[in-house]
């Protein structure tokens, strides 16, 4: 994989979410504890909320336009809602966050 | 022939190899032992216990004078190495030189010092060897000490002197204790222990400055402007590898002194071991992993094959009374799931974190029998899928009982108050139930209990559950959400009677069933906490809905609407000028006026919201709320001023009431408005609280609305003076917001309580009101404030993307 860092987890609220511009779209990079960090389309798919805005509880978020709740680790709309947002890979490494360049179309620096 | 060896610093790693050395090769090398420290190797974790006073000094010496005279190692004990020159092979110590064939770094590791102003202070200390360590035993029940850090050793630190009846603070920079180690729930268990043990704990505390006099320590200084007054400092905030004489040798250093797996460093014949290591990219502070690399270090000097590999790791914090246990990963990464168990009546928390079938992590409190069980299967990769069910009974597991909904009334002590209205306690109810009060009625009728505004019938009920068994049957209520069996009314009543005044106490004690609750009950507990205790609980933004935590109302494409405040609907061309240039200036497509007397601007977004805030403050203009569940407007007519039929001045009493009301949170948006007189322009009575003024005086009526409801307002009172209607209007938001269910607006609230019991809290009772208002205002002292200023100064960052990496692509 090609790991792009993106700035240190302490950028990122606790229980909280910042967006991250990328060639595909914007990705919402939530950090769910201390050092707990997921990153997945900002975009929900019933009627595009924002994610980022939403409110993160356990390893989910919630949309903050109509409440669909997301699992963040599978994507899957949970409950009786029917979606699914695209989750990328995403590692922490001595507090940096390093988010994986081939899946978000972003090809090597080198 | 024999070989010399020189090691360079006496401590628990390299004694550990100097142990293994001279047992499997007694022969093999000419040892010479330096350590800048006057004494041999002591076990220097043990270090809290010698404080404690449970152990003395000569309790934890490892290697006394006869055990180095034995083995025949030369010590050089407290004299300093100068420099080392690596092609001569010669040590240049303070009292002259030693040649070597091998070289051993054992410097350790040196207490990190925030260089605060006033660092430099006599009293200021590390907690770090055993001169620290008597420091700190010097202080006595006279004395105040206050610890900078909250991680294992600072707690250490505190705990031993608060057994000396030291008044003990430890003030700590994350929001909560051994974060690298616990997660929330456990931190504020153990905050919760070490406060029973006297200590005072100052979570997300910045500290600023040490302050002196005579050049000694009196007081911390934190950057809110508390002062902590001290007669001695001690900072336990880390370590760093002690690597300068590595790096002055010309070893290759990182953050430690680089070695291989053979523990050897660029220089083939310089090895290190412990604290000031590097390896893989990893430092150490535990004990464990040291004592594996001391094995590998003895073998390598004997030419034997050894390789150190890092290992997972468990904590346990040697404090009296806080049993608590961490192994492995508890955090980070995807594909994670967690399983938690909680048990308020006997302060038990437990989360394993499972990873493809295999448990990776675990945190316990409380109970931690099991711990070692789980490091097992953690340190072994068991798979956990068979067991997976019940796991977290640990491996006595039989087929436990699930946990018990009213455990959390069951925990509660006597003298806590279950009726807020009527000062009763549960030891009055359990009592009037055993003597044969079967069901609400009963109970009512004799203590008074749930006989008011109702709101903790629930928790009556529960309670005649837990002592009638199953003679007493529950009605069932709506509980918040699935991740509580506990209602909106049972938990603001347990709020304050237990009391509980974090989020993390109201997960625990109650029993939440989910790591941190979910958008239904999450916001609702942060608005009864922030409610019920304004100056310890910090309104925590992440348990806000969009709109209040940004400030602004989103709309259906994202962007956001800024509506600045119009007090009570006034406003002047240096006002208007400043909004249209901000209209002007952020594109705003859409201005609108609004059905509260002031102008909102649509279609903002989301990233220029810290900038537009900023133009807006310029002009004198402050955030109108029109987002929040809290005071929006208080809409007014022009009353005396200008119009003929004008009783009293309502517009200015309409100004008053915003500038009293404004930035108070409420369970649900309260909307106020003051008409001039009986003809009512300003529409007071389809308000939660409408003032209509007449010629003798204020009517204040409550409980209007003009939503998906519409409600005329019910007569509250009426009385004759300004101050008076001021008053009493605060006093019933005050009463409100203490007792309403989140998200009921004030009718609903009016409903459940009814309009006899308002009447006699907020009319009748004037001491009560007076009490109501006081509580209002403190409150205020906190929320009374702009927060477009604060988050245009101090936030703007967090509107902003974290990266942009189109930007990168398109190069």
Not at chain 1, 8 to 29: D, M, N, Q, S, W
Not at chain 2, 601 to 630: F, M, Q, T
Request: charged residues 25%; hydrophobic residues 40%.
């Amino acid at each position: 994989m090609n790991w792009i860092d993106i700035g240190h987890i302490e950028e990122v609220p606790l229980r909280g979410a910042r967006v991250l511009k990328t060639p595909v779209g914007c990705i919402a990079v939530f950090r769910t504890g201390e050092a707990e960090i997921f990153a997945a389309s900002n975009s929900c798919p019933h009627k595009q909320g924002p994610l980022s805005e939403g409110i993160v509880h356990g390893q989910s978020v919630t949309c903050p336009l109509h409440n669909w709740v997301f699992d963040l680790n599978t994507g899957e709309a949970q409950g009786s809602d029917d979606g699914r947002i695209d989750v990328y890979p995403v590692r922490l490494e001595h507090g940096r966050i390093l988010i994986d360049g081939d899946a978000i179309g972003q090809r090597s620096a080198a | 022939m024999k070989q010399k060896l020189v090691v360079i610093g006496a401590g628990m790693a390299s004694g550990r190899v100097l142990e293994h050395l001279t047992d499997a090769a007694p022969d093999a090398f000419d040892i010479t032992l330096f350590n800048a420290e006057p004494r041999g190797n002591y076990n220097r974790i043990m270090l809290s216990p010698v404080l404690s006073g449970e152990k003395t000094y000569e309790d934890i010496v490892t290697h006394d004078d006869s055990w180095y005279a034995e083995r025949g190692i030369t010590c050089r004990f407290g004299e300093k190495v100068l420099k080392i020159d690596r092609d001569l092979k010669v040590v240049e110590g303070e009292n002259g030189h030693v040649a070597y064939d091998k070289l051993l770094f054992g410097t350790g590791s040196t207490p990190f010092i925030i260089p605060l102003p006033g660092h430099d202070l006599e009293g200021v200390i590390a907690y770090r060897d055993l001169e620290d360590t008597h420091r700190m035993m010097g202080m006595g029940p006279d004395n105040k000490v206050v610890v900078i850090g909250g991680g294992l050793l600072g707690l250490e630190a505190a705990a031993g002197m608060a057994a000396h009846g030291v008044d003990v603070t430890v003030v700590h920079i994350m929001g909560h204790l051994m974060e690298r180690q616990l997660d929330e729930a456990a931190g504020y268990l153990l905050k919760k222990s070490l406060e029973d043990k006297g200590i005072k704990i100052r979570l997300l505390a910045n500290s600023k400055q040490i302050l002196g006099e005579d050049g000694k320590v009196r007081a911390l200084l934190l950057d809110d402007g508390t002062e902590l007054p001290c007669d001695l400092l001690v900072m336990a905030v880390g370590i760093r590898p002690a690597t300068a004489l590595a790096q002055e040798t010309g070893l290759a250093v990182g953050r430690g002194i680089h070695v291989d797996d053979q523990m050897v460093t660029s220089d083939a014949d310089v090895l290190a071991v412990g604290e000031c290591v590097e390896h893989q990219g990893e430092v150490f502070g535990l004990v464990a992993p040291l004592y594996d690399q001391a094995k590998v270090v003895a073998a390598t000097l004997l030419g034997d094959e050894a390789a150190f590999q890092q290992k997972t790791l468990s904590t346990k914090l040697k404090v009296t009374g806080c049993d608590l246990f961490s192994a492995g990963d508890f955090a980070e990464a995807e594909g994670r799931e967690d399983i938690v168990f909680r048990d308020p009546a006997r302060g038990v928390y437990k989360r394993l974190v499972i990873e493809e079938d295999k448990l990776i992590g675990a945190v316990m409190y409380g109970d931690t029998a099991d711990g070692s069980w789980f490091f097992g299967l953690i340190k072994d990769e068991t798979c956990i899928e068979e067991m997976r069910d019940t796991l977290i009974f640990g491996p006595a597991y039989q087929g436990g009982d699930a946990a018990d909904p009213l455990s959390a009334v069951a925990a509660l002590p006597p003298e806590a108050e279950i009726c807020g209205c009527n000062g009763v306690c549960k030891s009055d109810i359990v009592e009037v139930i055993q003597g044969g009060a079967g069901d609400l009625g009963a109970v009512r009728a004799t203590t008074k209990a749930s006989a008011s505004c109702g709101t903790c019938t629930g928790l009556v009920e529960q309670l005649l559950q837990v002592t009638l068994g199953d003679d007493f049957q529950m009605p069932t209520a709506q509980p918040i959400c699935g991740c509580t069996e506990l209602t909106h009314e049972d938990v603001r009543r347990l709020i304050k009677s237990k009391p509980l005044k974090s989020q993390e106490a109201v997960w625990q004690e109650l029993g939440w069933t989910s790591r941190n609750g979910c958008h239904v009950c999450r916001p609702a507990i942060n608005y009864y906490l922030l409610s019920d205790w304004p100056l310890e609980y910090q309104d925590d933004p992440q348990s806000r809905f969009v709109n209040e935590r940004k400030h602004a109302n989103i709309q259906k494409d994202g962007t956001f609407s800024v509506v600045p405040r119009m007090w009570g609907g006034i406003t002047n061309p240096a006002e208007l000028r400043a909004i249209a240039d901000a209209a002007d200036k952020y594109d705003v497509p859409t201005v609108k006026v609004t059905g509260g007397q002031r102008i909102d601007l649509l279609g903002v977004k989301g990233e220029d919201l810290p900038a537009i805030w900023a133009d807006l403050n310029r002009a004198g203009l402050v955030s109108g709320h029109a987002y929040s569940k809290g005071l929006r407007t208080v809409k007014t007519c022009v009353g005396t001023d200008h119009c003929r039929f004008g009783t009293q001045d309502s517009t200015g009493l309409g100004i008053k009431l915003e500038k009293i009301l404004w930035g108070s949170w409420t369970p649900h948006k309260l909307k106020l408005a003051v008409s001039g007189c009986p003809r009512n322009c300003a529409e007071a009575t389809c308000k939660d609280i409408g003032v209509v003024c007449v010629d003798s005086g204020y009517q204040i009526s409550i409980g209007g609305a003009a939503g998906m409801d519409v409600k005329e307002t019910e007569l509250l009172c009426q009385v004759p003076t300004e101050d008076e209607a001021i008053e009493v209007v605060m006093a019933v938001t005050q009463a409100y917001r203490e007792g309403g269910k989140y998200l009921d607006r004030l009718y609903k609230w009016l409903n459940k309580v009814g309009m006899d019991w308002v009447k006699a809290q907020v009319v009748e009772d004037l001491e009560n009101r007076v009490a109501l208002v006081a509580r209002f205002e403190l409150s205020q002292s906190i929320y009374r404030k702009d927060p477009w200023a604060e988050h245009a100064q101090e936030k703007a960052r967090d509107y902003a993307p974290l990266a942009d990496l189109t930007l990168e692509a398109a190069e």
